[in-house]
């Protein structure tokens, strides 16, 4: 039973354009881990972990150079590939990792899975784009229907005690200058 899962920024389900948008040379997002994930997990012992929309693997990454043991699970096998070759490069491949490529339209399952699976006092971290970022902020996925609000994650947690559940900004670079992006972020454990 994983102790920790977390739902990372790439929430689109269209695997083909995920792939096409990974492929270009080097990597779509910092190598490093987003800023949330950091700050909310830093202080976690480890143990096992699923990386739900890892895309290119950073979050997986630094999860796996603390000590964790990760699954990263993803549409695209591109940003998949990408994150095996990081973390080879970080010396973390193989025996931290193992990398899952999954149909967009298991999505559902393996939601509800990796909720059910969850072991006591074991934790649920998910960051991802939120709805409001498509007006409000910039990036992420345009359908709305694959963003997160903080009241409909922390609805379809019944079973977690919720820590914390919010809107939250991050600073994002793109050519023309920095930019906002908003993300729900919500962090949950299971009761021991």
Known sequence: MPTAWLISESGHVDSQQWDERYSATGFVWATGPNQFVAAELAGLSPGRAIDLAAGEGRNTVWLAERGWRVTAVDFSRVGLDKGRALSTARGVAGERVDW?????????????????????????????????N???????????????TPEAVRAELPELRILRAERVRRTVTREDGPATAIDTLVHAVREA
């Open 100 to 132: 899952i490529q999954v149909s967009p339209k298991l999505r559902a399952t393996v939601l509800a899975r990796a909720a059910a699976a969850l072991a006591p006092g074991g934790t649920a971290f998910i960051v991802a784009h939120d709805l409001i």
């Open 134 to 148: 498509l007006t409000e902020g910039t990036g992420g996925p345009q359908d709305p229907e694959v963003l997160y």
